[in-house]
Structures are given as C-alpha cells and as structure tokens.
Nanobody
C-alpha cells in the first residue's frame, strides 16, 4: 500500500508565498508522475502542476510563472513553491501520485489567501 502525505499550507496575504511538500511511502512503486491538484469551494478539482518521471513539467495556465514544482527522487517527495499568491488560489491542495497502474491521493491541505 502506498501513502501520500502533504504538509505545508496555511494562511497568507495576497502577494505572499507558501510552500507545500508531499512525501510518498509504502509498498514498492514506480512513479510515472507526481504533482498537485486543487479544489476551491463549489468548484471542480483542477490540475495545478505535475512533474513526470523524466523531469518534464506541466502547469495550469493560471499558476505559470508563479508556482514551481520540484522533487527529491531519493525521498519520493515533491514540492510546490507558490509565489505571488492571489485570493483565487485559495483551495484545498491535493497531492497526486500516478504509477503505471493506478493513482494515489493525499488527504489535502488548505491554502487560504486573504487580507
């Protein structure tokens, strides 16, 4: 069994920064992609950023230039550095791990951007 655990998040004023991290552990697995989605109240869950096993990345248009995804392969950990945060970035952020066979999700961490 694979566990995916997020940390970080919290409250920040508009224009501020936050960092999220996500560590995967458990049974032997091979990561195809690992990244972040988010879900704001009343909205569907949406992709924020993904990093594939080869190192390529994919970002939502709304966060390009502000968010950066990175990883620590040795520890199966992925990070999301969020800069220039806006109120519309407020959401629960979920870590997602994809193997060749299935997908795993973390429990989510709240990010709130407000003055």
């Amino acid at each position: 069994q694979v566990q995916v655990v997020e940390s970080g998040g919290g409250w920040v004023q508009p224009g501020g920064s936050l960092s999220l991290s996500c560590a995967a552990s458990g049974s032997k697995f091979s990561i195809y992609a690992m990244g972040w989605h988010r879900q704001a109240p009343g909205k569907q869950r949406e992709l924020v950023a993904t990093m594939f096993s080869g190192g390529s990345t994919n970002y939502a248009a709304s966060v390009k230039g502000r968010f950066t995804i990175s990883r620590d392969n040795a520890n199966n950990t992925v990070y999301l550095q969020m800069n220039s945060l806006k109120p519309e970035d407020t959401a629960v952020y979920y870590c997602n791990l994809n193997t060749a066979l299935t997908s795993y999700w973390g429990q989510g961490t709240q990010v709130t951007v407000s003055s």
